[in-house]
């Protein structure tokens, strides 16, 4: 009689985001094990509160700074993959090198030289964006005529990520200068195991992270939730105008582990466009009890802008990705419940 094998093992940074949380439960869904970083053991049980079912196929390890290589290499022990999602993201830095550029790079590095001592670790995902494939400076970013695809790379330099005074554009530096560095320590290094690496624009779908509120939404949910609650009284300019659900990059990001398509190569994760007054327009048809808190929708075209080609992340994951109007109502959803909920408690 065979023994049964005991399920794979997948070591996560940044497991309780937004993008982390969706990314781990679609892991146990698929019958992985989960060993996880986290800052502290209250955020650990904050998870384990709100998905008592899935905590025993989780180990959490407190790693307060991701980029100390002892630490990470004592978590990174007896796992099978690593999918690797922390990096520093805010827009409120005073030194952009020591806060941002440098944090990202050496979270990334750090977190394959801790797996490179591990000869049982097979694959490395990483979780990078399109801001490391976009190309900002063009056009304000829009760039009509032009057809993004994973060949691209964002040509933002250190120095300029140091000196240029756009905190977007020194996110964008970082995230490109980051997954650089990924591929030229495969190069240089020559791990046991290869890497993936995935490029998604502003991610939305349904926030399912522990002790969110409408207050502490990560930023990409705080760009909907203050137009489509009405607290912008004007639709802004649609600046990065596609999108992808966070449901779908976690299928990728899991799917990415065992396929060896995917071995040391880069994908687009892009679901398709989208603009601030479409997001409305779904609403009112989806919500139209919500209807007379948003402003007028004047505009029935999104900015013209470049155009992008996912081919290769649809042949090599067979994925058919979520539509706008199901991600816009699936979040929504969520979060008009979760106003209702706090505006009953302050009752």
């Not at 919500?290 to 900015?303: D, F, H, K, M, W």
Request: aromatic share 10%.
């Amino acid at each position: 009689m065979s023994a049964i094998a005991s399920p794979s093992i997948v070591f996560v940074t940044g497991g309780n985001g937004f993008v982390g949380t969706t990314t781990v439960l679609e892991l146990i869904k698929r019958g992985y094990k989960v060993k996880a970083t986290i800052r502290s053991q209250a955020k650990a049980d904050a998870f384990s509160k709100q998905y008592p079912a899935q905590s025993s196929s989780i180990e959490w390890v407190i790693v307060p700074d991701l980029t100390n290589e002892d630490a990470m290499t004592t978590a990174t022990a007896d796992v099978d993959y690593v999918i690797h999602m922390a990096s520093p993201f805010h827009f409120n830095f005073k030194d952009s090198v020591k806060e941002v550029l440098e944090p990202a790079k050496e979270m990334t590095v750090v977190t394959l030289k801790a797996a490179a001592k591990h000869p049982r670790i097979k694959r490395v995902v990483i979780t990078s964006s399109f801001v490391a494939v976009w190309d900002l400076m063009k056009d304000g970013g829009l760039w009509p005529g032009k057809t993004f695809t994973a060949d691209d790379w964002n040509p933002a330099t250190w120095e300029q990520g140091a000196t240029v005074p756009n905190p977007f554009f020194v996110y964008s530096a970082s995230k490109s200068l980051a997954e650089k560095a990924a591929y030229d320590f495969v190069q240089q290094e020559k791990p046991s195991f290869s890497i993936t690496t995935f490029c998604p624009p502003i991610i939305y779908g349904p926030p399912q992270q522990p002790e969110v509120t409408t207050s502490n939404l990560n930023t990409s949910m705080n760009i909907i939730y203050s137009v489509l609650s009405g607290q912008a009284k004007e639709y802004p300019a649609t600046g990065l105008p596609v999108f992808v659900d966070v449901r779908d990059l976690a299928y990728l990001q899991v799917a990415a582990l065992t396929n060896e398509k995917a071995a040391n190569q880069r994908y687009l994760a892009i679901s398709d466009h989208w603009y601030f007054e479409e997001l409305a327009q779904i609403v009112k048809e989806e919500f139209p009890e919500q209807a007379s808190r948003l402003p007028l929708v004047v505009r029935t075209e999104g900015p013209v802008h470049f155009d992008f080609d996912v081919a290769k992340t649809e042949r090599d994951f067979e994925i058919e990705w979520i539509p706008l109007r199901k991600t816009i109502v699936d979040t929504m959803k969520v979060l008009y419940a979760m106003e209702k909920e706090e505006k009953a408690g302050k009752a």
